[in-house]
Structure formats: C-alpha cells, structure tokens
C-alpha cells in the first residue's frame, strides 16, 4: 500500500492506496504536526517533527519503503511553458532553460515537469515545469530517513495538483474553476476550454469554518472574475467545484458566489476520483495528498527522481572499464591479505591484545573519556539553544518591511491611473492601508487589478467606492504583502 503525505503548514495530510495512472484512493488521515515545526512547507524543528513522524508511521502502521511525498509553500516555482514537439532528452533541455531566469548564482537546481493538455496543436506541446534547490529536496529525503522511512517521489502541491486536474476532472469540463479550501489558504484554478489558464492562492484572515472564512473564499473567487474579464475570456464558466471542504453547504456557498458575480453551479469535486462516492468525499479533503498516488508511470517526472539522474550522469564512468580494474584491485588485494595472515596473525595477535589492555586500563585514558562525554554533552546542549534562536529569529525575517522600493511599487502601479495616499502598516500581518483617487471608477478597477498582478502581494482587498465633493471617486485599499517583502532591501541597507 503506497503512502503519500503533503506538507505545507502545521495541518499534515497522509494518503494511503495504490499508486499508478489512476490512481486508487483507500484511506486518510489529517494530523497537526508540532506547533512550529512546518512554516510554509519547510520543517523548521527537525527533531519534533522526526518524533511526529515515527508517532505517526507506528499508530496507523503505514508503509516505510513505498512513500511519496507532496511539498506546498514558496521554495519551489514553476511556470507553464509551450515546447515544439522535441524527443525527450531535448524536450527535457528545453525545459531547464525555461526556468533560467529564476537561477540563483551559485546554487545547483533540479527541475521538475507535468505534461498537460493544452490546445489542439500537433506541433506543440503544453508542460508546467518547476524548480527546487538541490540541497532542500535532500533535506527532505534526510529527515525522513531519520525517521525510518524512505521517500520514493517527491513532487510540489501546485505542479502535481494541476497534473491530477488534467488526468480527472479535464475530462469532464472544459471550462471550471476549482477552489481548495486548505485551511486558512485558498487556492483557485482557472480552466478554460480543456487548458490550464490560472493558479492564485490568498490567505483567509477568518477562522476556518465560520461564515466570515466562507465570504473571504467566495470573495477570492470574484477576484478571479476580474482576471477573466480583464484577459477577456469569453467561455463560460461550467463548474466551480470546491475541495478541501468538510460540511459545506453548497447551496448556501453557491448563493456567495452568486452575489459576487459568478454564475456557475457550485459542487463539491468528485470527478475522476474513483466509484466510491463516500471514498470520494473523503478523499476531496485531502486532495493535495491524493495528488502523490498519480503517477505517469515510467515517464514520470520527480524532483527526487531527476536529481538522482543528475547525480548519476555527473558521475558516469565507463562500465566496463570499471569493471576490470575492479577485479584486477579485488584479486591483489585477496592475495595480500592472505598473505599477511599467515605471515604476521600468529605473532601479532598475542601483543595487540596485552597493548590494548594496557590502554583500555589507563587512568589517564580513562579519565579523558569521562571529560571527552561530558564536554560533548555541554556541546549537544549549547547546539540545541543556538538553533532555538535562530528559528525565532527566522520567523522574524519572514515578516514584510514597508521599504522605499515597496513604496516605490505602489506608487508606479497608481501612474497613469490613479492619486494614491499610503497610510497604515501592520507588519505583523503584513498589512499596508492605501487610499487610491481617480475621477474615472475604471481607472481605480484597472489600479486594483494591476496591483493584484504584482508578486509581493498574496491578495488585495478593498472596499466600496466614495464620491468626494471635487469630483472624484476615492477607494480604500488592504494590501496582505507576501512573505519577507522588503526585507532583501533592509540587509542590502545594512
């Protein structure tokens, strides 16, 4: 029985069935892992989260050597990508260079790619590649092992999400929208006429489950209405399936959706996920830890999987080659050795014995293991405070800084369409208040949207528009930065 887990925040899903092209759902689990110990799909406390892991792998009894792994959070990025019709090995090149703008000088990077359906196009082909840093997919696999288990396949959320969506529900509809509620992140995903178009995923500042959470859910779906009257899409919407949901109503949330300016029936996703509608309903909830058991078989694409390729062919030696000196070192080396032995066993072995005695009995020896133990158990201790403080002070650093390059990014964002005034930051929250001024109300809607297209914010909210005595309209705006904005400023400053 395969296992797939994703990680992301402290809510931990775990998966179990049988994995292949379609993928078998049996059975899940939703656990919280330690407070602290995953901020954003990075394990920040190795140790808490090894002890949840081994806790977890011995209550439920889940497979250790046939795990696969599923990684939300900001480490990994990916973009979709046309490619002309290419045999693999060229096909994979042209992949890697399409992420070279993102490379970092100095570190080494392993890609990852889902192929997709895209348009009618005999000569080109869709894919959604992505890229990881070498050293966290490795640290992924470490800690894991650390626990006992072997990861056999790690991929990200967004990439694999989209790759089960064009294996399942694509068949289905043409045009949808699918909204995953995952806890107080929620993501949407934009299909239009059999393609992946669109991926956006916001924080909710409600408590999970409350009718406030569920206004912020369908209010982030109208967001999405702006994108596809601004891009001009003209298909209509078919379905706008939720997952990730437990007790929703969905004639209630269809009624939100309604009143922001979506008209689609809403549903809970079923589509593609098996025969079993009970099993279906539950698997939903952990649809991003479903995602692990679908797999492309031998033409699979994994980070893990991928950098063991690298690794090999930056080490490839001629086989058979090796293969002879082998033999030739093993031969002399077993002739050696038997010469030796017989020459030297009878004489030395008596006297290495009385030596080491000798030595083991030493006070001196003695009394300089004690110290040895005792310093390394001082060492341990200081090791584990040191680390403490650096994840505090990591999480500090993952707050937004309202720089002048910030503010700079608002500002040419309004030019040309609208008079802005920057007031409140909540740093904390990673919250800025602006109040945008135009006279033309479609100018302040195509500053809003302009806004939202800029990658230092994960959403941006506003509120009803005001008529002013001179002849405009004024609007307030609630920008939530994304995580550590500003803060590359701040060090280059320092």
């Known amino acids: 029985m395969s296992v797939s887990i994703y990680l992301n925040n402290q809510q931990v899903q ?19 892992a330690p407070e602290g110990s995953i901020i954003n799909g990075m394990i920040t406390d190795t140790s808490s989260f090894v002890e949840f892991l081994k806790s977890t792998w011995s209550q439920y009894k889940l497979s250790k050597n046939d795990v696969h792994l599923v990684v939300g959070g900001n480490k990994i990025h990916g973009r979709k990508v046309e490619v002309p019709v290419l045999s693999a090995a060229k096909t994979r090149q042209y992949l890697s260079r399409e992420l070279a703008d993102m490379e970092k000088e100095g570190e080494n990077y392993v890609f990852s790619y889902n192929a997709l359906s895209g348009k009618s196009d005999k000569k080109v082909r869709s894919f959604y590649v992505e890229m990881a840093e070498s050293e966290l997919i490795n640290d992924y696999v470490e800690i894991f092992k650390e626990a006992g288990i072997t990861v056999k396949s790690l991929v990200s959320a967004e990439g694999s999400i989209l790759s089960l969506l064009d294996k399942t529900i694509n068949g289905y509809f043409k045009t949808f929208i699918l909204q995953i509620m995952n806890g107080n992140i929620v993501t949407n995903i934009l299909w239009v006429d059999g393609s992946f178009n669109y991926y956006n995923s916001v924080r909710c500042f409600n408590d999970v489950g409350t009718t406030g959470y569920y206004e912020d859910c369908a209010r982030s779906i109208s967001n999405l209405n702006q994108f596809i009257q601004a891009h001009k899409i003209e298909q209509k919407i078919e379905k706008i399936l939720i997952a990730g949901s437990d007790k929703l109503d969905m004639v209630y949330y269809g009624d939100l959706v309604s009143a922001y300016g979506i008209d689609a029936p809403v549903a809970v996703v079923n589509q593609g996920l098996g025969p079993n509608g009970e099993k279906n309903h539950k698997a939903q909830q ?55 032995i017989s020459f030297a066993l009878r004489m030395t072995r008596q006297i290495k014995y009385d030596a080491l005695t000798e030595y083991n009995e030493d006070p001196l020896v003695v009394s300089q293991s004690q110290m040895f133990d005792a310093v390394s158990a001082r060492r341990d201790t200081l090791a584990s405070r040191a680390n403490s403080i650096k994840n505090v002070l990591d999480t500090i650093n993952t707050y937004p800084v309202l720089t002048k390059d910030v503010e700079k990014i608002l500002k040419d964002t309004a030019k040309g369409y609208a008079d802005i005034e920057i007031g409140s930051f909540d740093a904390e929250n990673g919250l800025v208040n602006v109040t945008a001024k135009a006279k033309d109300v479609e100018k302040i809607n195509q500053y809003i949207f302009r806004l939202e297209e800029q990658d230092i914010f994960n959403s941006v909210k506003y509120t009803g528009y005001n008529y002013n005595q001179d002849g405009t309209w004024s609007i307030n705006v609630t920008c939530t930065f994304a995580q550590s904005v500003g803060r590359e400023d701040v060090a280059n400053e320092e």
């Open 14 to 32: 775990i998966v179990t069935g049988s994995r292949g092209r379609k993928g078998v759902f049996s059975d899940s689990y939703i656990l919280n």
């Open 286 to 340: 952990v649809i991003y830890a479903l995602c692990g058991l679908y797999t492309d078989g031998t033409n699979e694409s994994n980070f893990l999987a991928n950098i063991g390729k690298k690794e090999k062919k930056a080490n490839k030696v001629n086989a058979e080659l090796k293969k002879n000196i082998l033999i030739v070192l093993a031969t002399l080396g077993i002739m050696f050795l038997i010469f030796l």
